[in-house]
T-cell receptor, first 116, second 111 residues
Framework: NAGVTQTPKFRVLKTGQSMTLLCAQDMNHEYMYWYRQDPGMGLRLIHYSVGEGTTAKGEVPDGYNVSRLKKQNFLLGLESAAPSQTSVYFC???????????????FGSGTRLTVV | ELKVEQNPLFLSMQEGKNYTIYCNYSTTSDRLYWYRQDPGKSLESLFVLLSNGAVKQEGRLMASLDTKARLSTLHITAAVHDLSATYFCAVDGASGSRLTFGEGTQLTVNP
């Protein structure tokens, strides 16, 4: 039972390069999220999706784009990486609140990104 | 905008002692989550608190929720070294579609 899988786990980018982080979940969750974690700041929401084909901005969306073409996948793109995007990125998924008894969010293992 | 504040942010305690971590949030919500994170690892779900007055306990950790005061507490009883980690509280927004996290409490339990 894989849960939420993130790839890659580590990446080093040069300023200006682009990349895509992939998040895949096998729990049939409707909602998916991308967070970034920086020291002393907890996790901050970048973008999220409440269903296939939908996306919405979170707290810190600038410099990122997302797509949810399939229910099980949520992609996070950096078009032109900047050093300020050096962070640990976590993907999560959940059921909508009130749907069944499965409250709670499942997190992936994280992607450690360094932009030099 | 929902804001979540934890205190203390850093906590160093001796084994065998008791302590409480506090989590305050700014807008109405009935769902509060506590997570544990070890260095370099992902988040491990500890508790999900779904209603006012909810209390849950697991081992040496007990969490409670007071939705009227917009306050949750994580109480540590007779701390042991294995509890050393960073603890986060997080709150669902009113729409229930996303989590807002506190800054985290870095707990160190010393022998």
């Amino acid at each position: 039972n894989a849960g939420v899988t993130q790839t890659p786990k580590f990446r080093v980018l040069k300023t200006g390069q682009s990349m895509t982080l992939l998040c895949a979940q096998d729990m049939n969750h409707e909602y998916m999220y991308w967070y970034r974690q920086d020291p002393g700041m907890g996790l901050r929401l970048i973008h999220y999706s409440v269903g296939e084909g939908t996306t919405a901005k979170g707290e810190v969306p600038d410099g990122y784009n997302v797509s949810r073409l399939k229910k099980q996948n949520f992609l996070l793109g950096l078009e032109s990486a900047a050093p300020s995007q050096t962070s640990v990125y976590f993907c999560a998924s959940s059921y909508p609140v009130g749907q069944g008894f499965n409250y709670g969010y499942t997190f992936g293992s994280g992607t450690r990104l360094t932009v030099v | 905008e929902l804001k979540v504040e934890q205190n203390p942010l850093f906590l160093s305690m001796q084994e065998g002692k008791n302590y409480t971590i506090y989590c305050n949030y700014s807008t109405t919500s009935d769902r509060l989550y506590w997570y544990r994170q070890d260095p370099g690892k992902s988040l491990e779900s500890l508790f999900v608190l779904l209603s006012n007055g909810a209390v849950k306990q697991e081992g040496r950790l007990m969490a409670s929720l007071d939705t009227k005061a917009r306050l949750s507490t994580l109480h540590i009883t007779a701390a042991v070294h294995d509890l050393s980690a960073t603890y986060f509280c997080a709150v669902d927004g009113a729409s229930g579609s996303r989590l807002t996290f506190g800054e985290g409490t870095q707990l160190t339990v010393n022998p």
